[in-house]
């Protein structure tokens, strides 16, 4: 879903896939990139994001690709947004 938001506003996205392993995703995506995540288990428990390292991306899909662009602007703010 988020790939097609971010597509929709004029970025080149590629989806690699909900199982694709760990250790091929390292092969793929150079350099390294942050971890981020959502999803439902961070919006019903917010107390896990403090725990989770990487860049929390928001409630829902439409924030979550609003929050993309804001990192791939160079934003530093979207960052710290929780």
């Known amino acids: 879903?988020?790939?097609l938001f971010l597509a929709r506003r004029g970025h080149?996205?590629?989806?690699?896939?909900?199982?694709?392993?760990?250790e091929e995703s390292a092969r793929v995506v150079q350099p390294r990139p942050e971890l981020a995540y959502g999803g439902w288990v961070f919006?019903?428990?917010?107390?896990?994001?403090?725990?989770?390292p990487g860049i929390y991306l928001g409630a829902d899909a439409r924030a979550a690709a609003a929050q993309v662009e804001q990192l791939l602007s160079g934003s530093h703010a979207a960052r710290l947004a929780e």
């Open 1 to 3: 879903m988020i790939c």
């Open 12 to 22: 080149r996205v590629g989806y690699l896939g909900a199982n694709l392993p760990a």
């Open 43 to 52: 919006n019903a428990h917010p107390k896990l994001r403090a725990r989770t």
